[in-house]
């Protein structure tokens, strides 16, 4: 076990490509050991080995879901702790792209508007926590209203992505009320 935690901590610091986040993502996909300890590294405050730890882990994802699945209360309930925007960022992306289960929906969609309503917030976690809050507030048509007023409050000036996924939730939503109203 102490061979594999150093084996990995040297992949990961050896070098940052995408190959080898590719390798680091089979590893874990390969072996349950090498993912919970890249999950660890990730949560781990340890600087730049936390965001190579991250990215990795976002592959595992991609490409194997199921196998992420089970942490996915773990990742939200250390969500605040996170200090690394780097590392907020992916683990928000994989968020956004799970199912949550309902006992997190309050937590997250508080934790997504703060970090929305929040100028210091990098463009990928506000997009990111736009997909997690419409995912959630899907079926509530309140909830929709709230995140459409937080829509207005981005000037016209804002980054290209926060405007485009502005227009392509904002679509989404036009589209879910429309067939309500039929």
Not at 26 to 52: M, V, Y
Not at 58 to 68: G, S, Y
Not at 112 to 134: G, H, M, P, R
Request: net charge neutral; proline share 4%.
């Amino acid at each position: 076990m102490k061979n594999e935690k150093m084996m990995l901590k040297e992949l990961l610091m050896e070098e940052h490509s995408g190959p080898r986040c590719e390798l680091i993502a089979t590893l874990a996909i390969q072996n349950p050991s090498i993912l919970e300890e890249l999950i660890q590294l990730s949560f781990s405050d340890e600087g730049a080995l936390s965001r190579r730890a991250a990215w990795p882990l976002r592959k595992v994802h991609d490409r194997q879901p199921e196998l992420i699945k089970p942490f996915l209360g773990f990742f939200i309930d250390q969500l605040s702790d996170l200090k690394s925007e780097s590392v907020l960022r992916t683990i928000l992306s994989i968020l956004s792209r799970s199912n949550i289960a309902e006992e997190y929906h309050g937590f997250m969609l508080s934790f997504c508007e703060s970090k929305i309503l929040n100028a210091s917030t990098s463009i990928a976690s506000v997009a990111n926590c736009f997909d997690i809050y419409y995912n959630i507030a899907a079926y509530e048509p309140d909830l929709l209203r709230e995140l459409d007023l937080m829509f207005d409050l981005f000037p016209p000036s804002s980054s290209a992505g926060i405007k485009s996924k502005i227009r392509i939730i904002r679509r989404k939503m036009h589209k879910k009320f429309d067939n309500a109203s039929r």
